[in-house]
Every structure is written in C-alpha cells, then in structure tokens.
C-alpha cells in the first residue's frame, strides 16, 4: 500500500498561484497512476488532473485545463499539481490519490484505492 500526504495549500489571491505536492510513502509512486481531484463545500468531489505513467502528458478537467500542471519527481516520490491564474471557483480541499495504472477511466472518484488526507485552497476575489 502507499501512503499519500498533500501539502501547499492556502489562501491567495484571484489570478495568482499555488503548487500542491502529494509526498508518498510504503511504495513508490511510480507504480501507480495519480489522480488529483477537490471538493468544495455541499459538491461532490470530482477530478482535476491525472497521470497515468511518470511520463506522458495528464489529463485534464476542462475547467483547469492550461492553468493547472500535474507531474511528478520519481526522486522524490512525490507528485504536484501546480496551479496558474486561479479563480475563486477553484476554492476546494484538494485530494491527491493513486491507483493501478492499468484499467478504465482515470476521471473516476471510486477507481482510486488510495487517498490523501486533503489540502484547502482558497481563492479570494
């Protein structure tokens, strides 16, 4: 099993930016496909980004796309979403999580196994 922990999260300014990391433990990351996703207050949790393989281009919400960058540094076993001109409407826990790299759909909240505890982001206008 892999552990996930999130951190970069906080409070900034309509237009300015944030990069969250998601540090892993027990396994490498690179075994794994990674997803991000967030949950605003009263809306269900729904996807951001993903990675399938630690190279190759992610997948987007089009909601994020062209502001936000997923990657990760096999390194450091640790993956980031970083996050360009954000808007109030980005405002969310953010959840990093993880799952086999093989199968169907990486937009899906229940196909991950494993998940982080959570980050805010608040976006102020």
């Known amino acids: 099993q892999v552990q996930l922990v999130e951190s970069g999260g906080g409070l900034v300014q309509a237009g300015g930016s944030l990069r969250l990391s998601c540090a892993a433990s027990?396994?490498?990351?690179?075994?794994?496909?990674m997803g991000w996703f967030r949950q605003a207050p009263g809306k269900e949790r729904e996807f951001v980004a993903a990675?399938?393989?630690?190279?190759?281009?992610?997948y987007y919400a089009d909601s994020v796309k062209g502001r936000f960058t997923i990657s990760r540094d096999n390194a450091k076993n640790t993956g980031y979403l970083e996050m360009n001109s954000l808007k109030p409407e980005d405002t969310a826990v953010y959840y990093c999580?993880?799952?086999?790299?093989?199968?169907?759909?990486?937009?899906?909240?229940?196909?991950?196994?494993?998940w982080g505890q959570g980050t805010q982001v608040t976006v102020s206008s």
């Open positions: 999580a993880a799952r086999s790299p093989y199968g169907s759909s990486l937009r899906t909240p229940s196909e991950y196994d494993f």
């Open positions: 027990g396994h490498t990351l690179s075994s794994y496909a």
């Open positions: 990675l399938r393989w630690s190279v190759g281009s992610g």
